[in-house]
């Protein structure tokens, strides 16, 4: 790939340059990503457990969520507890215009978003919500996220059933009562279209490239925020789309 993605840089530090993923197809376990005890989780929001969380029958579900940038999103959700894929890309517009370039022109209707295919045995949707709103994205800020701003970059919830789209809109109602944050809560609970998975290099970003200065700044903390808060389900090791080594 030649496409270097448009991240905005912590001032005077320089970008780098991006490798590519390596080969291979299927998700496995990644060597250990352990936040240095030097990261600063920064603020954590003490979400309370979602009211309406019932159990989802199978061995497999699958959640979307859109908060801001996809390698982090997709960072903090790949060392979830429960979780066995998660996977970077563009949800909310059509096949046609799903690619980093266009959807970066923010006139697609698409946001970067994640797939998570998880075990409804182990962890919850509402524990996926909760997580989301506690320390992935702040869900105040309209069509921005940290120094990404544009339509691509909102927050939103794509619920793949019933259910889920249920529980979301009940989470959100519960936590805007709580009045966990001084503006409101601008999250949508949009209609699922469609998930289409985003280019080879945006996957596993923040696994393969930690010390890259926009993960630094922006992600680590987060994923740090997920071991703080969530002490029972974290995991070491990432869950990664391609083998990492």
Not at 45 to 51: D, H, S, T, Y
Not at 66 to 94: D, I, N, P, R
Not at 179 to 197: C, D, H, M, N, S
Not at 230 to 241: L, S
Request: hydrophobic share 40%; aromatic share 10%.
């Amino acid at each position: 790939m030649t496409d270097t993605p448009n991240r905005p840089l912590i001032a005077g530090i320089s970008a780098g340059l991006l490798l590519l993923a390596a080969a291979g197809t299927m998700a496995t376990r990644s060597p250990a990503i352990a936040p240095s005890p030097r990261v600063d989780p920064g603020p954590i929001v003490r979400a309370p457990a979602p009211l309406l969380d019932p159990a989802e029958p199978g061995r497999t579900a699958t959640a979307v969520f859109a908060g801001g940038c996809f390698w982090g999103v997709q960072g903090v959700y790949q060392h979830v507890e429960g979780v066995t894929s998660a996977l970077s890309g563009y949800a909310g517009g059509k096949a046609q215009t799903a690619d980093y370039q266009t959807v970066g022109s923010g006139s697609t209707g698409h946001a970067e978003s994640v797939k998570i295919v998880y075990d409804p045995r182990r962890i919850s949707y509402g524990t996926l919500l909760r997580i989301f709103f506690a320390v992935v994205a702040d869900p105040t800020t309209l069509n921005r996220q940290g120094p990404d701003q544009g339509t691509q970059y909102r927050t939103a919830i794509f619920p793949t059933t019933p259910q889920q789209k249920a529980v979301a809109e009940a989470y959100i109602a519960q936590l805007a009562g709580a009045k966990l944050w001084k503006a409101p809560i601008v999250t949508k609970v949009e209609r699922y279209q469609g998930f289409y998975p985003a280019e080879k290099y945006h996957q596993d970003f923040l696994t393969r490239k930690p010390d890259y200065p926009y993960i630094v700044y922006n992600d680590l903390p987060k994923v740090e925020a997920l071991r703080v808060a969530f002490p029972n389900h974290f995991q070491k090791q990432a869950v990664t789309v391609y083998p990492i080594g």
